[in-house]
Structure formats: structure tokens, C-alpha cells
């Protein structure tokens, strides 16, 4: 006696197989951290990052500064922060109105910070991109159109040390500066 087939039960293989391939496939997403400033002042730092996970390895990751670490913040990066690939997205950086304290992002050698967008909250204390001594090299890695926007009352300020270089081959980019707060650009863009 022939065994009998069931039509439906071969109907459900390829969902499994789909099931299993999404289940199985690695994860590829951004990663949105908060500094907290627990080990240093090194922006590439595992543990100065809720959850010990730095952002920048990923185009999109978002760095959040929101007041977790509280006063003035005077942070570097020694080695290249953000993606370094020409994929478009770049870190995000992301100032919330509960960092009161003032903001400083800059290089301690002439590395560079793959950056996408940056978006400062109202009530968020001063932002400076560098600190105008020696080189902070900031490479845009959006597709065409990088935003700023401070919607402080503080100026967000880009120091002359800092160089703007295009990621992705992308030229001209384009840099929006916008929002309801003044920005004060101290080198060519």
C-alpha cells in the first residue's frame, strides 16, 4: 500500500524555512545610547554608554546626551567615531533639553567622527562641535543633505578646527542649518 500524501503538509516547508531564516538572520539596525559617562571622557568608550553599547558602528546609530551626567561635558574621541563606511547615514547626534550643562564633542588626535545629523533640543545647555585647537575632521556620510537644528536659546557652535569632508562621494553635499537657535560656524563648511 502507497503511503498517502498530504498536499497541505508540504504548503507549510517554505514558512518554516522563512520562519527560521528570520529567526536566524543577525540583526542590522541602529543603536540609540545615552551617555552616561561612567568610565572617562572618551566618546568611544563602551562603558561611558548606557548599556555599555557605544553608537557609530552602525549608519543611523543615534548618541544621546540627555543630562544623565550632569554639569559642563568636555568629551573626545581618539580614534575615527561613526561609521567609517561609504554607506550613507552617519552617527546622529542627539542633545535633549534635560543636558542643561554646556556640550563640547571634539578630537584629541586628527581622527574623524562619521556624522549624519545633529538636533539640539530647547533648554539644552551650549553645544560646541571642537574646541578650535588642532583638528577635528568630521566627515558627513548622509546621502546628499546633512541637518543641524538647535532649538536652543544657547548657540550650537562648529569650532574652526573642525573639517567638513564628503563621505560617499557625494558632492556637493549639502549642510542644513536649522532650528529657532542661532548657529555660529567658525570655518569653512
Known amino acids: 500500500m502507497k503511503p498517502k500524501r498530504h498536499p ?3 504548503l507549510h516547508l517554505p514558512s518554516l524555512v522563512f520562519t527560521a531564516a528570520v ?3 543577525p540583526s542590522a539596525h541602529a543603536v540609540s545610547a545615552t551617555w552616561n559617562g561612567a568610565t572617562n571622557t572618551e566618546l568611544t568608550t563602551g562603558g561611558n554608554w548606557v548599556g555599555s553599547v557605544t553608537p557609530g558602528a552602525t549608519n543611523g546609530d543615534i548618541a544621546t546626551f540627555d543630562g544623565t551626567q550632569a554639569g559642563n561635558l568636555s568629551l573626545t574621541w581618539g580614534g575615527t567615531w561613526g561609521p567609517t563606511s561609504a554607506a550613507g547615514g552617519g552617527l546622529n547626534l ?12 571634539d578630537a ?3 581622527s574623524a567622527v562619521g556624522l549624519g545629523n ?3 533640543a530647547s533648554s539644552a545647555g551650549a553645544f560646541s562641535l571642537g574646541d578650535g585647537i588642532g583638528t577635528s575632521n568630521a566627515t558627513l556620510r548622509t546621502a546628499s543633505t546633512s541637518t543641524f537644528t538647535n532649538n536652543s536659546s544657547n548657540t ?3 569650532a574652526s578646527d573642525v573639517v567638513f569632508t564628503s563621505g560617499n562621494a557625494v558632492n556637493p553635499r549639502t549642510t542644513v542649518y536649522t ?3 542661532n548657529w555660529l560656524v567658525n570655518n569653512a563648511v
Open 8 to 10: 497541505h503538509s508540504l
Open 23 to 25: 529567526f536566524i538572520a
Open 94 to 105: 542627539s542633545v535633549l533639553g534635560t543636558q542643561t550643562g554646556s556640550l563640547t564633542l
Open 108 to 110: 584629541t588626535t586628527a
Open 118 to 120: 545633529i538636533t539640539i
Open 156 to 158: 550650537a557652535t562648529i
Open 179 to 181: 532650528g529657532t537657535g
